[in-house]
């Protein structure tokens, strides 16, 4: 009795040990892949809040295919909807990779973000110039009309919101405006409004949004808002304010922020997160890694956690949340033209696995 006992006992030890054996082999070799089933999905996780998109691209939206269709519910054109690619030449418009986009949007019940209409930055030359000369306040008012209507009326079934100026504010503290912009130069400052007026002419179901860097960092922030107060205190069509939210691992404060979000609000806005990435370095880190430290790793866990808790206790003011970009092996930082070194500021890693970062993401959810 008592050896068949001990013989049955080794018998389920042994089977015990194998199956624990095995299943640690299983885990090993077969990660839970990021588009797949068991993994959560982020947009689910938020659905709640407020929507959860990234910035894609004509080669991102079929690398990284299964991440965007599984974790998105919104998509922002990473540079397919700026002045320089759909309107190269004067009257030559080029929407294809636009179109592609918003064609991965409709086929998945995605929202559309338009990104983005007046911005000083990737326009092209011909624009601002008529006849070998600095082209006239008229002429350019009527090429800024003229591409707002041709683009948003185009994608006015799909493109929900759009940034109608980009980057209008300065951050010398000596400006309000950025004067370097020629929009601003050759216009003067009531070419944000009239970019709003146009746009909201065009598609009066669109929801408009002004979008900058900076905007939670206080002396810009205010000089954004007072900009924002006097337009809708003039009745321009303003109704959201993008923060873009290309931070780091320790600036800007949660506190800083979550005043800006506060502050915007209250202006009635709606308030966006537009282009967010955290960087794995501090910014006055300067160095090349060929990979993150655990470290660092830690504290972009930990900041994306305190992010996405801000963000969550912020529902009623915050309507999306979009980052810029899909997983580390394709983010603009990499190319920046200051650091232009590996950064790592995605919730994907470069082999599109789920970071500790997308985990706390989705704890702050729960
Ligand atoms: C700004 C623009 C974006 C993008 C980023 C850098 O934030 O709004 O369109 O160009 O810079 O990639």
């Known amino acids: 009795m008592i050896t068949i006992n001990f013989k049955k006992r080794k018998f389920y030890l042994l089977t015990l040990l194998v199956l624990v054996f095995s299943l640690a082999l299983n885990i090993n070799t077969a990660p839970v892949q990021a588009g797949s089933d068991e993994l959560p999905s982020l947009h689910e996780a938020y659905s709640e809040y407020f929507s959860i998109g990234a910035a894609v691209n004509s080669s991102t939206i079929n690398t990284h295919r299964n991440l965007i269709e599984k974790h998105f519910n919104s998509l922002t054109a990473e540079n397919e909807m700026k002045f320089d690619h759909l309107q190269p030449r004067e009257g030559f418009f080029t929407f294809s990779r636009a179109d592609e986009i918003v064609k991965l949007a409709r086929e998945n019940n995605m929202k559309v973000r338009g990104h983005v209409l007046v911005w000083h930055s990737q326009t092209p030359d011909w624009v601002f110039v008529d006849k070998g000369k600095t082209a006239?306040?008229?002429?350019?008012?009527?090429?800024?009309?003229?591409?707002?209507?041709?683009?948003?009326?185009?994608?006015?079934?799909?493109?929900?919101?759009?940034?109608?100026?980009?980057?209008?504010?300065?951050?010398?503290?000596?400006?309000?405006?950025?004067?370097?912009?020629?929009?601003?130069?050759?216009?003067?400052?009531?070419?944000?409004?009239?970019?709003?007026?146009?746009?909201?002419?065009?598609?009066?179901?669109?929801?408009?949004?002004?979008?900058?860097?900076?905007?939670?960092?206080?002396?810009?922030?205010?000089?954004?808002?007072?900009?924002?107060?006097?337009?809708?205190?003039?009745?321009?069509?303003?109704?959201?304010?993008?923060?873009?939210?290309?931070?780091?691992?320790?600036?800007?404060?949660?506190?800083?922020?979550?005043?800006a979000i506060e502050k915007y609000a209250s202006l009635g806005l709606e308030v966006q997160i537009t282009e967010l990435d955290i960087s794995v370095f501090p910014w006055n880190d300067r160095r090349k890694l060929a990979e993150p430290t655990a470290e660092m790793l830690e504290k972009q866990n930990k900041r994306y956690q305190a992010l996405f808790n801000l963000f969550k206790r912020y529902q009623d003011e915050l309507t999306g949340v979009i980052l810029w970009g899909v997983a580390d092996d394709s983010t603009w930082k990499d190319n920046h033209p200051v650091q232009g070194r590996k950064d790592w500021p995605l919730l994907f890693d470069e082999d599109h696995q789920p970071k500790g970062a997308f985990w706390e993401v989705i704890q702050a959810a729960e």
Do not use: C
């Open 136 to 259: 006239s306040r008229e002429v350019l008012l009527e090429r800024m009309e003229n591409h707002i209507k041709t683009v948003v009326e185009r994608y006015k079934d799909d493109v929900y919101a759009w940034d109608v100026v980009n980057e209008a504010i300065s951050d010398d503290g000596y400006q309000t405006h950025r004067e370097d912009s020629p929009w601003y130069q050759i216009i003067g400052e009531d070419y944000i409004a009239e970019a709003f007026r146009i746009a909201h002419e065009a598609d009066p179901e669109a929801r408009l949004f002004y979008n900058d860097y900076n905007a939670v960092q206080p002396q810009k922030m205010n000089k954004i808002y007072n900009m924002l107060k006097g337009l809708l205190e003039d009745g321009v069509p303003v109704h959201g304010i993008g923060i873009q939210g290309h931070w780091d691992i320790s600036s800007p404060s949660v506190i800083d922020i979550m005043q």
